[in-house]
């Protein structure tokens, strides 16, 4: 686990004296968050635990996504007004929070598309850590799982990060994609727009689209084995059993990236597959019924999250870019 690193002296992630404190105390027990031990772990730079990622607010960013959809014809899709819309309510949080934001625009099936970037500031520029979602709905309804879901959950670990006042060793880099659903375009101009110098200094992508379907399942992809041992390892400690990734094998955005050579990773609780018994019997849920069952269609709404899997893969996401950016 994380906390060895506490005895190896060359980390250079600083950290709040109250993070010390907190993580002291699950050091050693004895030690309470008092000044003597704050002062104690100021010494050699230690590394700060991944936080626990607060549901109530990734479900805040979901509710906010569904007003924007509701204010402009029911949906945030490509070329629609409720997709920028979308764009700026994420670009907001992140401006206000100290990230370096860039909207970058596409066309795509004659209407304008975006792309959202977020950089934050510090950490090594050769080597970038990069997660991201994709920010679009289909037109039929809201999209809140698909993929809202992972919007909200890679905005709400970005800002923890500022909250931490990460200092990261890597470099950290966010990304919310656009006109996912008309064949990874918005992901596809990005990966494809980013000169060699720049690819060669990603050091992987994590992505995440639909990871609260309502019929959850836990799958991690099996692409770069490091990212996949960083998520298996997470759920492990949750007593969670995860299974590979097969349903969407290039389906989504981490398949842009893949093919300009950058090692991908990701999460996934299920789209319009089949739960079988023994996934029910691990997982809990319905048997016979799909993982999402409002999979591309106008039940797509906060009402049909799964709160749980919300939750812990958006703790997961958090664990694995602290795990892999610091
Ligand atoms: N992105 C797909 C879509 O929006 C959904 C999907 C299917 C998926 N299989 C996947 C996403 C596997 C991630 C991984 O239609
Ligand atoms: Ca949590
Ligand atoms: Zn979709």
Request: hydrophobic share 40%.
């Amino acid at each position: 686990m994380k906390l060895c690193s506490l005895s190896v002296p060359a980390r250079s992630v600083l950290v709040s004296a109250l993070a010390i404190g907190g993580l002291l105390a699950s050091v050693a027990p004895a030690a309470t968050a008092s000044p003597a031990a704050t002062k104690r772990a100021t010494a050699p730079a230690a590394v700060l635990a991944a936080p626990d990622i607060s549901l109530a607010n990734v479900k805040a960013h979901l509710t906010q996504f569904s007003s924007i959809a509701a204010a402009n014809g029911g949906n945030r899709a490509h070329g629609r007004p409720g997709y920028l819309a979308s764009v700026n309510y994420v670009k907001g949080k992140l401006d206000a929070a100290g990230f370096t934001t860039s909207v970058q625009q596409f066309t795509s099936g004659g209407r304008v598309g975006y792309n959202l970037i977020a950089d934050w500031p510090g950490g090594d520029p050769n080597q970038v850590v990069m997660a991201g979602a994709h920010l679009d709905s289909v037109t039929s309804g809201a999209g809140i799982n698909d993929n809202g879901s992972g919007s909200a959950a890679v905005l709400e670990t970005a800002l923890a990060v500022s909250r931490a006042g990460l200092q990261p060793t890597k470099h950290l880099r966010f990304g919310w994609w656009g006109a996912e659903e008309l064949g990874l375009v918005g992901s596809r101009y990005y990966a494809n727009n980013l000169p060699s110098a720049e690819r060669a200094k990603l050091d992987g992508y994590l992505n995440f689209d639909m990871i609260g379907s309502s019929n959850a399942g836990y799958f991690v992809y099996d692409d770069d084995p490091a990212i996949e041992q960083t998520f298996k390892t997470y759920f492990a400690g949750l007593g969670v059993p995860t299974e590979i990734e097969t349903e969407g094998d290039g389906r989504s955005d981490h398949a842009s990236f893949m093919s300009i050579g950058v090692p991908v990773g990701g999460l996934f609780t299920g789209a319009g597959r089949t739960k079988t018994s023994a996934q029910a019997q691990k997982w809990g849920g319905t048997a016979g019924q799909a993982f999402d069952r409002c999979y591309h269609s106008s039940c797509d709404t906060t009402a049909s999250i799964n709160d749980t899997a919300l939750d812990r893969n958006s703790d997961a996401i958090a664990y694995a870019i602290w795990e892999l950016g610091t």
